[in-house]
């Protein structure tokens, strides 16, 4: 008894002095503790800068939050190069050029490449799924346009299948999304619709019910409390078994099925307002060292899956194709992407 006494208390010190900062990324997360912390002057910004009760969030003419750019009256971010409204360009922290001048996007790259602008619409943080949300809504209250590309980072996978975006990122404990329930073939609505303390209480109670994969694989996360060598060997089993990556969900049946429901709806969407689509993937440091020892991206199979099912009625374009240069990517990947869309715009009818 007094081993098993001096070995709990031991355990108990090591998670409150040292484990427990260094692996907080690893404990569940307690939906109601963590938007009870957020206070009020939080709340407020929030609701100002991004919240969309449809989308979850996005940027705005009046955002001020992002200091290196600024956003036009649509929301798309701001470039030099005038804008026609022939090319969309809608995605995540990639496409919207997270940490980079206006000049240095993929979609102003492609600009120069095009000879005409083409319109920023990512979102930093966004799912594939919000940011065809977003291209859907915009067709629907300002036309089409010509050509409509899509911009899929290959760790967007882990956010299409998320309807709190803190059970993944543990970022932004405000940031509730939609997100499409492949097995009924519908919408589940942003939970989050209105920005007061009984809203975001039932925002978390409503993410609870919802298929969110992060949800459930949080319900798995140890949890540092008594006792404390139960935490410690939970903590252990999680670590070398249960714990789950971006990269693993390229090989789960029900992630790569809602990925395809997306594609599916923006190829509907193109043929029914008559434009353009185009599918971009973009890779991650992960798929740049598979790429270097000669073995697959994480969303090569997708990728090719989905270029074979859809044929002409979709372009597909992925930098790490043939004749891929990983030192040209490394100086340059923005540029890369830009032409990489660029070249299955030409090649396909």
């Known amino acids: 008894m007094l081993v098993f006494v001096a070995a709990e208390l031991m355990a108990m010190m090591a998670f409150a002095l040292t484990l427990r900062d260094q692996l907080q990324n690893v404990w569940q997360i307690d939906g109601a503790a963590v938007v009870a912390a957020v206070d009020d002057a939080h709340i407020t910004a929030f609701a100002e800068q991004l919240h969309d009760p449809v989308l979850g969030w996005t940027f705005k003419a ?10 036009d009256a649509r929301g798309a971010r701001r470039d030099s190069r005038p804008w026609t409204g022939r090319f969309v360009a809608y995605g995540d ?11 240095e996007t993929w979609p102003h790259a492609l600009g120069e490449l095009l000879g005409e602008g083409v319109a920023n619409f990512g979102v930093l943080r966004y799912g594939p799924d919000q940011a065809f949300l977003r291209l859907r ?6 036309g089409s346009p010509n050509v409509a590309i899509l911009g899929i980072s290959s760790d967007g996978i882990a956010r299409a299948v998320n309807a ?31 920005l ?3 809203s975001i209480a039932a925002a978390v109670a409503a993410a609870a019910t919802q298929p969110d994969y992060w949800r459930l694989f949080n319900d798995s996360r140890p949890v540092p409390e008594f006792p404390y060598l139960w935490a410690a060997a939970d903590t252990i089993d999680y670590l070398l078994i249960r714990a789950r990556r971006w990269q ?3 090989q789960e049946p029900r992630a790569v099925a809602t990925m395809d429901a997306i594609v599916d709806e923006l190829v509907s969407l193109a043929r029914v307002r008559g434009f353009r689509p185009v599918l971009l993937f973009i890779p991650r440091d992960e798929d740049l060292r598979l790429h270097a020892a000669g073995k697959p991206a994480t969303y090569a199979a997708f990728a090719a899956q989905t270029a074979s099912t859809y044929g002409d009625r979709l372009a597909v374009a992925d930098p790490l194709a043939a004749g891929f240069d990983p030192a040209r990517f490394a100086a340059a990947p923005n540029r890369m992407l830009a032409a990489a869309v660029f070249a299955a715009l030409r090649n396909s009818p």
């Open 164 to 194: 709190w975006s803190y059970l993944y990122d543990r970022t932004e404990p405000l940031a509730f999304k939609p997100m499409l329930e492949v097995g009924g073939g519908r919408w589940l609505p942003n939970p989050l619709a209105a």
């Open 196 to 198: 007061d303390r009984d």
């Open 137 to 142: 809504q915009d067709v629907a209250t300002r």
């Open 248 to 250: 693993d969900l390229w």
């Open 62 to 71: 009046t955002t001020t939050a992002v200091p290196y750019t600024a956003f």
């Open 93 to 103: 922290s990639r496409t919207f050029g997270a940490d980079v001048a206006d000049d």
